[in-house]
C-alpha cells in the first residue's frame, strides 16, 4: 500500500523508515523528534557524569564532594538572586567525589542551595589553604516526610574547611598521625551554610 505524502514526511522527519515506534500512524514528527533528542540528551549526560535531576544527583546523596569549579549562571544583589530566566539553572560545579572515579558537573537548580554557594565562593572568598565542600543529601530533613517533597527543598550543606579535609572525612587511614582533636580540627568547617530544615 503506498504511503500517503504527508505520513511519509512524518516519519522521514521523526527519523524511523517504518511505522513511528512512539506514534504510530500519527507520529507528528517535530514533537516525536525532539522527545529522541531529549532522550540522547539524557543518555549523554549520564556518560559524562553531568546531574540535574534529583535522581542523577542521589548517586552521590550523603558523600562529601570538593567543589573544583564554581560558575555562576545568575548572581545575587541584595540578597535577592537574579536570574536571566526561570528555567534554567542558576550555576554550575564541578564536583571531586571519593565515590566516582572521574570529576562530575552538577547544575544548581535550588535558589538557597545556590545563594549558600555565591555567598562561600563570591562574598566570604577562599584563601590558598581552603576548599569548598559540599554534601548534598535528602536524607537529612528534621520531617523525614519532607523527603517525598524534596524537589522544592534546599539539599546542600555548604562547607569551608582547611585544604585536604575531604581526605580526612573519608579515608580514616588518611594522615593517621593526626588522632582525636587535632584530625577534628584538620576537617571540621571553618564556616558553613546549612538549610534550616536539616538536622
Known amino acids: 500500500m503506498e504511503q500517503s505524502g504527508e505520513a511519509y514526511q512524518s516519519r522521514k522527519r521523526c527519523g524511523q523508515k517504518t511505522k513511528c515506534p512512539n506514534y504510530g500512524e500519527n507520529c507528528q514528527g517535530v514533537r516525536c523528534f525532539h522527545r529522541r533528542i531529549i532522550k540522547i540528551i539524557d543518555i549523554m ?9 534529583d535522581s542523577e544527583w ?7 564532594c570538593r567543589v573544583i569549579d564554581f560558575t ?8 535577592k538572586v537574579i536570574a ?9 560545579i564541578t564536583l571531586e567525589c571519593k565515590k566516582m572515579p572521574n570529576t562530575i558537573k552538577g547544575y544548581v ?3 538557597m542551595d545556590f545563594t549558600h554557594l ?7 572568598g577562599i584563601s590558598d589553604n581552603e576548599e569548598v565542600i ?9 520531617y523525614k516526610f519532607l523527603k517525598l ?12 574547611c582547611l585544604k585536604g579535609a575531604l581526605e580526612i572525612m573519608v579515608d580514616s587511614n588518611w594522615k593517621p598521625e593526626l588522632t582525636g582533636e587535632a584530625r577534628w580540627n584538620a576537617m571540621k568547617p571553618i564556616a558553613e551554610w546549612k538549610p534550616e530544615i536539616m538536622e
Not at 536571566?84 to 554550575?92: E, I
Open 45 to 53: 549526560q549520564q556518560e559524562n557524569n553531568i546531574m540535574r535531576k
Open 134 to 142: 559540599i554534601i548534598w543529601t535528602t536524607k537529612h530533613y528534621k
Open 149 to 160: 517533597l524534596s524537589p522544592a527543598y534546599p539539599k546542600m550543606w555548604v562547607m569551608i
Open 118 to 124: 555565591w555567598t562561600a565562593f563570591r562574598e566570604r
Open 109 to 111: 537548580t535550588h535558589k
Open 58 to 64: 542521589s548517586v552521590i546523596d550523603g558523600e562529601p
Open 84 to 92: 536571566p530566566n526561570l528555567t534554567d539553572p542558576y550555576a554550575s
Open 72 to 79: 555562576p549562571l545568575a548572581s545575587v544583589k541584595n540578597g
